[in-house]
């Protein structure tokens, strides 16, 4: 009884299972590697680029109003930081500009339950009301406010998940109020 063709030995060179001689399969990482190559190729020539911190029309900036130890405070000054024309300065007599945080809030609401009182779904909300004035006081900012809702049901049994998605619901919104005062930053024509 012979061997199953699988176990059979092969000629040198020849792989089993493809049926020529001298044929040779691409290993896995040579085919990642082309498919790779020709990935950055083609994003190469279309012109695209990762997006950078933008740069801004002033130098320094000044924070204030955030509660104590705001995430969203340090997620600003982090992408301010990146930015390659401007810092965070502590005091607000050696900023060019200010940014006043009138409200930072993480809201909670029920928005369903069962007629047990037990809760379905929740509403979270981030709210940040702002204005950016320049060291000489005139308003460059109006007042602003930002609010981003995100719907989540909600399940005693599976309590901790929930806990974990309700996290990073809040810190996709907080990212996401980031980037848009970033934007309004960058818009920004007069000092």
């Known amino acids: 009884m012979s061997a199953p063709r699988s176990l059979r ?5 020849a792989s089993p299972g493809l049926g020529r001689p001298g044929a040779r399969r691409m290993s896995f990482s040579s085919r990642r590697s082309l498919l790779l190559t020709a990935v950055a190729a083609a994003l190469a020539g279309c012109g695209f680029e990762l997006r950078r911190a933008p740069e801004l029309r002033f130098s320094t900036i000044a924070l204030t109003g955030f509660r104590p130890r705001s995430p969203l405070a340090d997620e600003l000054r982090m992408n301010i930081n990146a930015s390659p024309t ?31 009182g037990q809760v379905r779904e929740l509403q979270l909300r981030t709210r940040l009301q702002f204005r950016v004035r320049n060291a000489a006081g005139k308003e460059l900012i109006p007042t ?29 919104m907080q990212s996401d109020i980031v980037s848009q005062v970033m934007r309004r930053l960058a818009a920004m024509t007069q000092i």
């Open 86 to 116: 401007t810092k965070v300065v502590e005091a607000t007599t050696q900023a060019q500009v200010v940014l006043e945080a009138l409200a930072d809030a993480r809201e909670r609401s029920v928005v369903a339950s069962t007629a047990a």
């Open 144 to 172: 602003t406010e930002l609010v981003l809702n995100r719907d989540m049901s909600y399940s005693e049994n599976l309590a901790l998940a929930k806990e974990q998605e309700e996290a990073l619901l809040y810190r996709t």
């Open 9 to 13: 030995s092969c000629p040198q060179g």
